[in-house]
């Protein structure tokens, strides 16, 4: 049932990448376990799958030593700085950074552990109330003031538009985040890295977010069913 969703997936990040004229090899899919028991990640890594998203710290927690080990985790959720610790220890890509707190944070316990760690800046960018992430008119100040953490390597954007039924209502956000990523680029925003990631794009409407340039998609319900806890 995993594998065959994964596949179904992958076939169709393949035809979206195809329509829009780009290398579906330069799409990562992040499986969203969260919510889901370490065997549905242990399922999904016999298939393949190695990247997976986590949006509570104590859960990752609780999982983390029942998974294979080779098994990434991206932290997709709000990430509160008494957390900083546990994220920079068990993740591979934190991509839900909205403040600077947060990145000094992380930059810390990194340096205490020499360790280097992978993130993206949460942009809210319709500006929703119900949404956390920093918006587009402070994403600036924020990326310069993380690119002076040695630690951590600015790696682009993360956005999570408002939910709406119709994945298309999705699109001119999509569009709008890859525009204001290639503006930052342009700006010397990510210093670290030649092409900025653009991480966004669910269950619902991660085709729409591959044609309008998501280079990271998060999909959990579409690989393992809907969350029944
Ligand atoms: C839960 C979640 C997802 C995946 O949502 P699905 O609709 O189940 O694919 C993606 N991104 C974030 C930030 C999430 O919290």
């Known amino acids: 049932m995993i594998s065959e969703n994964l596949r179904q997936i992958r076939t169709n990040i393949t035809a979206a990448a195809e329509r829009a004229g780009r290398n579906p090899e330069e799409i990562k899919l992040i499986a969203v376990s969260k919510r889901f028991p370490p065997s549905a990640i242990i399922e999904a890594f016999a298939a393949d799958q190695k990247y997976f998203g986590e949006n509570y710290i104590q859960e990752l927690q609780a999982k ?5 080990p080779n098994a990434l985790f991206h932290f997709i959720g709000h990430l509160q700085t008494n957390k900083a610790k546990f994220a920079a220890e068990m993740c591979s890509m934190v991509e839900t950074v909205d403040r ?4 000094q944070a992380l930059n810390k316990h990194l340096k205490a552990i020499n360790r280097h760690l992978d993130i993206l800046v949460q942009v809210n960018i319709a500006n929703d109330p119900n ?3 920093t918006e587009e008119s402070g994403a600036e100040e ?18 999570m538009p408002p939910y709406s039924p119709d994945p298309e209502e999705s699109r001119p956000y999509f569009k709008q985040l890859r525009i204001f990523a290639a503006k930052m680029h342009q700006k ?3 210093p670290r890295i030649a092409r900025p990631e653009i991480s966004m794009g669910m269950s619902g409407d991660y085709q729409i977010a591959i044609e309008e340039g998501a280079t990271i998609i998060r999909v959990g319900t579409a690989i393992f069913g809907e969350r029944t806890v």
Request: aromatic share 6%.
């Open 131 to 133: 949404k956390s992430g």
């Open 64 to 68: 983390k030593d029942s998974v294979p």
């Open 188 to 190: 010397g925003m990510f």
């Open 142 to 159: 924020l990326l310069s003031q993380l690119n002076t953490l040695p630690n951590l390597r600015v790696c682009g954007l993360m956005t």
């Open 100 to 103: 600077f707190k947060l990145g």
